[in-house]
């Protein structure tokens, strides 16, 4: 193979690596913003619930992936927005998980962990469900698939 040929692949790997990775930012920031919803459902972001998405994103095949200081810091950036507001925060949280309402696989992943976090400390009350919910409706999920 010629080296215009090798340098030619390795700019197309190189261009679908970075396809790949922006893919997956968005997915991460669906799955981060939905944990940020349902932390904040109880008008209080308790550590357990910070501690449970770190956990599950670190022991998942399809989330360990992520660079746990950019989940952190997606993390912060959502819970932030519900400090300055919270109908401001949840609405800016809402957007990139709607990203994926076309995508039922992918949303049932995003709900399942928002169902982990929620049941995080011991008590998935009726608040966190409300929220799971209507990110359920957002992604056109059926809320009772996921015993809501």
Not at 132 to 140: G, L, S
């Amino acid at each position: 193979m010629s080296t215009f040929s090798q340098k030619l692949a390795s700019m197309r790997q190189g261009l679908k690596d970075q396809v790949t990775k922006f893919k997956n930012k968005d997915f991460m920031d669906a799955v981060v913003a939905g944990c940020a919803i349902v932390a904040a459902a109880d008008g209080k972001i308790d550590s357990s619930e910070k501690q449970k998405m770190a956990g599950y994103i670190n022991h998942n095949e399809e989330l360990k992936v992520f660079d746990m200081s950019k989940v952190i810091e997606r993390f912060n950036h959502f819970t932030s927005n519900f400090d300055f507001d919270a109908m401001i925060g949840k609405a800016e949280a809402m957007k990139p998980i709607i990203k994926f309402k076309d995508k039922p696989d992918v949303a049932r992943v995003i709900v399942s962990v928002c169902c982990a976090i929620g049941a995080a400390d011991g008590d998935f009350d009726e608040q966190e469900k409300a929220v799971v919910r209507e990110i359920c409706r957002a992604v056109n999920l059926t809320p009772s698939d996921f015993g809501l």
